[in-house]
């Protein structure tokens, strides 16, 4: 637990007193009316939903319309036009769009008489300051500065939006220094810059603070900053423990939302992630960075702090001189001027969900345990199999940015991705560069840079990553690791898995995701959509078979259809039907960074059918065409299907090839819905 100020328990209850008897709003502290909005605050938690405006009729809580902050509204909305479909650019910007729009986002209300007021949720987001009852919604904050350089002590209070511009002002020394890493260089030899505070982790640590506190708890909100770190400290405890807050690699929802329309408010206007995601854009943003503590640990720590009935979240400095032996273990990503750097990890995934004990399980093949300071295996090679767009590059660059895997294999992680027709030599010479070395550069074979790679890597403890490998001879040259290295390798290649692997238990199969964690991921990427059409989503869900490749590529689409403000149930019934799913770009994680291209979904299950050999490939398409669903088959159906007499060689392809499963339980091959598609697509083709 991190050592805090001490004024953060003494003070508090001081520092609300004084602005309260400093306000000259209207209302003063009637118990009645706040015992009335504590309870309901515990039935917003509940139904999802702030206060409601009947219960603010009946107690007569009226804020008027008039109280709204209508400076800081406008700017929130000109940041809102860039990305809400609510604003379109031939919308005027007037008072009554704003009403429209706050009376639709539950800021705001229209009495039976229809006089507009301000919901609860609208006061704490938007009313002026001297409007606000402070003995109602405690709104103070107070910053302290406590550093080498300067001691500081100010206090404020007002409405989110308010303390977003203020905070955001009061912080900016912090958020525009640079340091430099003369051991990391860009590809023309200049010195890359890194930031002493990522701007966006901090910014959304501030969000974080101002939308998650319970503002009807008499306390105050801190925001310190040390010479080594900026602590923001919110009354009001996390639901969600914050150990499984920091390890999640999806995001994490509570049971009960606390203030749901701020955090709906804000992410309108992308002032911050949606709601869930807040902790993994700061991690992520830390990791780009190479922001580390003193120990090695990433630089973030959150905390309940019980006592208090409060909750820390505590960002630190990047520490200059760890740079060396951190930058050899981390991933460079996506720095402002170097989008991949080869030999290195593809950036953390923007989203994934559902996979916690695929990667507990990736961890322990890997031979140690979370709580083991070193692997207790070594040596140790795991094949990752799958169907081709279950996810294994997204769970492999997930594991190499685990917390667990760095602290585990300090000197780093080597990533390769091969694909059908790789230039061995070429990735052999850029784990070379990676550490540090560009003698492989001069190597005339892959057998002399396998070799000076062995050399390199003799007393190394890492992790060595080889994605969609297609051949088992591919891999040979990368089998290079000292003693206390480990090895990874994904493919959709069933031969391949079954080659590389050592015995049967080192095959890892990665399935599809179950159906509540599909309708999560949909969920997470087009809430509205899943609001509305809920009936028709789960029919999506059960149509692409939890493909979080396919769900993801729905997902956004049915997001970007909604965000303009279009019915979406056209595109619903069109996306189970397939042709759409197939024409569109894949996520961004899929993209071919060395090369700064999407592909197309058909395109990445292409890669599979463009190997096959006529005949074969026509086999593959008639299966899709006569398929049953779920699409399972015998060998007898194959066969009646093909109008072959024997159906094993083609089957024995297809099933090494990714393309069908056998499964043992039903004792019939599976082909995945997507496959389906791309099979019937095949056929249209010609």
């Avoid at 402002?336 to 990667?359: F, K």
Wanted: glycine share 6%; aromatic share 6%.
């Amino acid at each position: 637990m991190t050592k805090t100020d001490p004024s953060h328990t003494d003070e508090a209850r001081g520092v609300q007193q004084t602005a309260t008897g400093n306000n000259n709003a209207q209302l003063s502290g009637d118990k009645s009316v706040l015992n009335v909005i504590n309870v309901n605050h515990q039935l917003d938690n509940k139904a999802g939903t702030l206060l409601s405006q009947q219960i603010d009729d009946e107690q007569g809580l009226k804020i008027s319309w008039e109280s709204r902050d209508n400076e800081l509204l406008m700017g929130y909305f000109k940041q809102c036009r860039k990305y809400d479909s609510f604003f379109s650019s031939h919308v005027k910007l007037d008072e009554d769009e704003v009403r429209k729009y706050l009376i639709a986002t539950g800021l705001a209300y229209k009495s039976q008489e229809g006089h507009t007021f301000l919901t609860h949720a609208g006061v704490i987001f938007c009313c002026k300051r001297d409007l606000i009852p402070l003995d109602i919604f405690h709104v103070c904050i107070k910053l302290v500065q406590r550093t080498d350089v300067e001691d500081l002590n100010v206090e404020t209070f007002g409405s989110v939006l308010y303390l977003y511009k203020w905070l955001t002002k009061q912080l900016a020394p912090f958020l525009n220094r640079k340091i430099g890493s003369p051991d990391n260089r860009d590809e023309t030899g200049g010195e890359i810059l890194y930031s002493e505070y990522p701007r966006v982790a901090i910014i959304e640590g501030m969000v974080n603070f101002l939308i998650h506190r319970n503002y009807f708890q008499d306390d105050i909100g801190w925001v310190t900053v040390y010479s080594d770190r900026i602590e923001f400290t919110n009354p009001g405890q996390s639901e969600i423990d914050p150990d499984r807050l920091l390890m999640a690699m999806s995001p994490l929802r509570p049971r009960y939302k606390r203030n749901p329309r701020l955090i709906e408010a804000m992410s309108r206007a992308h002032l911050n992630q949606r709601e869930g995601s807040g902790i993994l854009r700061i991690r992520r943003e830390l990791e780009q960075n190479r922001s580390y503590r003193s120990d090695g640990g990433l630089g973030l720590t959150i905390e309940n702090d019980s006592e208090n009935d409060r909750f820390r979240l505590v960002i630190y400095k990047r520490v200059p001189q760890l740079s060396k032996t951190i930058d050899s273990s981390d991933v460079t990503s996506v720095l402002p001027h170097l989008v991949y750097q080869p030999g290195s990890a593809p950036p953390l995934p923007s989203l994934i969900i559902g996979r916690e004990d695929d990667l507990r399980e990736l961890k322990i093949r890997l031979g140690f345990h979370g709580s083991a300071k070193h692997p207790s295996k070594i040596q140790v090679l795991t094949a990752l199999r799958g169907w081709p767009g279950v996810g294994k590059t997204t769970l492999a660059a997930a594991l190499a940015h685990d917390p667990d895997v760095i602290a585990n294999f300090p000197d780093g992680v080597l990533w390769a991705s091969l694909g059908s027709t790789p230039s061995l030599l070429a990735e052999l010479a850029a784990w070379g560069r990676a550490l540090g070395t560009d003698d492989l550069l001069k190597a005339e074979t892959v057998e002399e840079a396998s070799s000076q790679l062995t050399a390199l890597l003799q007393n190394k403890r890492m992790l060595l990553i080889l994605d969609d490998v297609w051949e088992p001879e591919h891999t040979i040259p990368f089998k290079i690791g000292g003693r206390d290295c480990a090895m990874l390798v994904t493919t959709r290649v069933n031969n391949v898995a079954q080659a590389i692997a050592p015995t049967p238990d080192n095959i890892y199969k990665l399935s599809v995701l179950t159906d509540e964690n599909a309708l999560h991921l949909l969920q997470t990427l087009a809430p509205s959509v899943i609001e509305k059409y809920p009936e028709k989503s789960l029919e999506l869900v059960h149509e692409l078979e939890g493909l979080p490749l396919a769900l993801q590529v729905a997902g956004r689409m049915l997001s970007s259809e909604a965000n303009y403000g279009f019915d979406v149930a056209e595109l619903l019934t069109e996306l189970k039907q397939g042709a759409k799913l197939l024409e569109a770009n894949s996520p961004a994680d899929r993209a071919d960074l060395a090369n700064e291209t999407t592909p197309s979904v058909a395109a990445l299950l292409q890669k599979s059918t463009n190997r096959l050999d006529a005949l074969t490939r026509d086999c593959f398409a008639y299966l899709g065409v006569f398929a049953p669903k779920p699409a399972t088959f015998d060998l007898n159906a194959m066969k009646a299907v093909w109008e072959i007499e024997d159906p094993k060689p083609i089957a024995r392809t297809l099933v090494d090839r990714g393309l069908l499963e056998f499964v043992p339980e039903l004792n019939r091959y599976q082909m995945h819905a997507l496959l389906v598609m791309l099979a019937k697509s095949i056929l249209v083709e010609r």
